[in-house]
């Protein structure tokens, strides 16, 4: 139930990935990246797991340093995420096989450089140091450009973004990279994905609903994307992201080569056609970014507090970081995003303000019925 995919194999260190490559599996470590020890664990229990590929957060230095002693004896390749410290690849490179950069994050550092002398530098560092490239597109974090030339289409945006990207690329000879476009949404997933293989068949993608949350709706979510872009041949490799405990990222892995194995024997599962309506709960999946690590019980909290609001069409983001926390949760009509000692509180785009761990809750659920009533 797999078409034969159309894309180009590129090679990711020992990896094949595209063409009539298997479809990789891959992960991310959700530990502190300095936390050698713990980052390590997480590395092999996902290689334990089954993985193809495991990506790790940099954002210092020190996370640079770290990631030299984590890749020591490590047999699964590794895969950095540069975010918004894109000068960040050159201390990583010998380390990694893949370094992903993401479009929208270039604009944080040197103002004065254009978005091509990033990328050409970002390729020069990869060809030196034999790495592939993913080139990480958001539709949390676009790039400011695409939201002026396409005011109110995200999708065309994000499009727009990667497949011009890819020719960034291309110009520079550069050929082993794959694309990703992730979002919360898995409808805008399928959209965003089956638009961009229209126009790049030949470019390899990387399949991934971000922030899709808990089980088992996370895996709900993220099952819908994948069943329906798989089944058109579209996803060379694919990530599953969950919110769940550090001992239980394999679980990422299981997943996603539950959905490929469903998919590939005509297993699917219907969607029932009420999936959307009411309560929607995005939570990110959790990296080495989060500062405080009461954000996945804050996350579960947050699920069985709202348990009496299911039936309204009101959608909750939770997410771990000041990263990605504030730009991710625009789009939800109530965001939480954490901080080492407090949670901000977001209606739609406008901050309510910050509380400590122990009154967010409370703070919610004022905003919440506030919103129901308003609705009401
Ligand atoms: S929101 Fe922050 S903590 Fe959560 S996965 Fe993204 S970068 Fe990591």
């Known amino acids: 139930m797999i078409p034969a995919r159309k894309t180009r194999t590129i090679r990711i260190g020992p990896l094949r990935?595209?063409?009539?490559?298997?479809?990789?599996?891959?992960s991310m470590a959700a530990t502190r990246t300095q936390d050698i020890a713990a980052t390590r664990g997480q590395v092999e229990r996902l290689q334990a797991a089954g993985a193809d590929l495991v990506r790790v957060a940099i954002d210092s230095p020190k996370d640079a340093e770290a990631l030299k002693e984590i890749a020591e004896g490590i047999h699964v390749p590794l895969s950095v995420d540069l975010q918004e410290n894109y000068r960040m690849a050159e201390a990583v490179a010998p380390f990694v096989a893949k370094l992903r950069y993401n479009p929208g994050h270039l604009h944080h550092h040197e103002r004065t450089k254009s978005t091509e002398e990033k990328v050409a530098w970002i390729?020069?560092?990869?060809?030196?140091h034999d790495c592939a490239i993913r080139i990480g597109v958001n539709a949390g974090s676009i790039a400011p450009e695409y939201k002026e030339r396409y005011p109110g289409d995200n999708v065309g945006a994000i499009v727009a973004c990667a497949v011009e990207h890819?020719?960034?690329?291309?110009?520079?000879?550069?050929?082993?990279?794959?694309?990703?476009?992730?979002?919360?949404?898995?409808?805008?997933?399928?959209?965003?994905n089956t638009r961009f293989a229209e126009a790049r068949?030949?470019?390899?993608?990387?399949?991934?609903?971000?922030?899709?949350?808990?089980?088992?709706e996370g895996i709900i979510k993220t099952r819908i994307a994948f069943e329906q872009l798989l089944s058109r041949g579209i996803g060379d490799t694919l990530r599953v992201s969950l919110t769940v405990p550090f001992d239980d990222k394999g679980q990422e892995i299981e997943v996603g080569r539950q959905i490929i194995d469903d998919v590939s024997n005509g297993r699917f599962r219907s969607v029932p056609p009420n999936f959307f309506d009411g309560l929607n709960i995005i939570a990110c999946p959790s990296c080495s970014r989060v500062e405080n690590e009461k954000f996945i019980d804050l996350a579960e909290d947050v699920k069985r507090m709202t348990e009496d609001a299911k039936e309204h069409d009101i959608t909750i983001a939770v997410m771990g970081c000041r990263v990605n926390g504030p730009?991710?949760?625009?789009?939800?009509?109530?965001?939480?995003?954490?901080?080492?000692?407090?949670?901000?509180l977001k209606k739609g785009e406008a901050t309510v303000g910050a509380f400590g761990y122990d009154e967010i809750l409370g703070q919610m659920r004022v905003e919440l019925d506030r919103l129901i009533a308003e609705r009401t």
Not at 123 to 128: E, F, G, I
Not at 208 to 213: H, I, L, N
Not at 330 to 336: I, M, Q, R, T, V
């Open 166 to 192: 890819c020719a960034l690329l291309d110009g520079m000879d550069f050929p082993d990279f794959v694309v990703s476009i992730k979002d919360s949404d898995p409808r805008l997933v399928i959209d965003a």
């Open 201 to 216: 068949p030949d470019v390899p993608i990387h399949l991934g609903v971000t922030e899709a949350g808990m089980p088992p």
């Open 17 to 26: 990935v595209g063409g009539e490559a298997p479809i990789a599996v891959q």
């Open 123 to 128: 390729v020069d560092v990869a060809r030196r």
């Open 327 to 344: 730009g991710e949760t625009d789009d939800a009509d109530l965001g939480l995003w954490c901080g080492p000692k407090t949670v901000n």
